[in-house]
């Protein structure tokens, strides 16, 4: 198994699409995830206690480069003289606009690729038009339902958080297994708790200007146990800035473009830390948005 020493050396633009699931998929690592997979994570429900793995958002949220949020309610049936029928109803609707990469959401298979190719090869100049994608769409995706696991990291060195820009190493993320008691399994959600999360909403400009996260070789530890998606409580699960200078978000490309597996960001995770949660059952539904390649989701955690 590849260790350490793979994030000197390894470049994801070398390394081609190893295409697991064939040539033509289309679904990535959730075809790990099987009705006996999802029957055991039902399994792990005993105390009926839920976990609201979500960030709050709004306009105010961190976000990077163009990104942005906005939240515009339409009033004018709640005010008087405008209500309707005789029986005087009123309500309101309202309007969003923003980035799909916003807030708790999960990242689709074409979010991220190697040249001119995304997931398993395929090509983006094939599979986008003017109305969105026409393959690896969001709504593709299946309701993710399966076994969730969280790695405590940040624990497991001993600390609150972790350094600014700090990379996750295999032997860190074995070291938070083993105080966890779990292995990570095929079809896993997996989460990394790095502490991070603890600035959203106190201290913004620190928590979108870089992180903790994985790196190359803790990524490579993640693909090899065939996790179905990984999330962290940062805005891109792998370190920022990354430990290679001439190398712009290779995680990403790693376990996005060619393993497929989804990467989930802005998780809350310090409640589970906190109660000792370490192996779930995890739901994460996608908004069916055709031809999008990403969606704001709110998944839960199930004790």
Request: aromatic fraction near 6%; hydrophobic fraction near 45%.
């Amino acid at each position: 198994m590849l260790r350490d020493d793979v994030s000197e050396t390894w470049n994801p633009a070398d390394a081609g699409f190893p295409r697991r699931y064939g040539e033509e998929d289309t679904l990535g690592a959730v075809n790990e995830i099987g009705a006996e997979t999802v029957r055991a994570a039902a399994a792990l429900v005993r105390q009926g206690r839920r976990y609201q793995l979500a960030q709050v958002l709004d306009a105010r949220s961190p976000a990077q480069m163009w990104r942005y949020w906005k939240h515009s309610l339409l009033l004018d049936r709640v005010i008087p003289g405008r209500f309707l029928g005789a029986n005087r109803q009123s309500f309101l609707e309202e309007s969003v606009a923003g980035a799909l990469h916003s807030g708790t959401h999960l990242d689709g298979l074409a979010h991220i690729g190697i040249g001119e190719h995304t997931y398993n090869g395929h090509r983006y100049d094939e599979i986008v038009d003017a109305a969105g994608l026409t393959k690896l769409g969001i709504e593709e995706v299946p309701p993710i339902v399966t076994r969730g696991v969280l790695l405590d990291v940040a624990g497991a060195a001993g600390v609150e958080m972790l350094g600014d820009t700090e990379a996750v190493t295999p032997d860190l993320l074995d070291a938070a297994a083993e105080r966890a008691g779990v292995e990570v399994r095929a079809g896993d959600v997996l989460l990394v708790h790095t502490g991070w999360s603890a600035l959203w909403g106190v201290d913004d400009e620190r928590y979108k200007a870089g992180e903790p996260g994985l790196g190359l070789a803790a990524a490579r530890w993640c693909t090899e146990r065939r996790v179905a998606v990984i999330g962290a409580d940062n805005w891109a699960v792998e370190v920022v800035p990354g430990e290679r200078s001439e190398l712009s978000f290779p995680v990403h490309q790693h376990c996005i473009a060619q393993y497929g597996v989804y990467l989930l960001e802005n998780v809350r995770t310090e409640e589970l830390v906190r109660d000792g949660v370490c192996e779930f059952f995890c739901a994460i539904l996608p908004a069916r948005l055709r031809g999008a390649s990403a969606s704001i989701v709110s998944p839960v955690a199930v004790v």
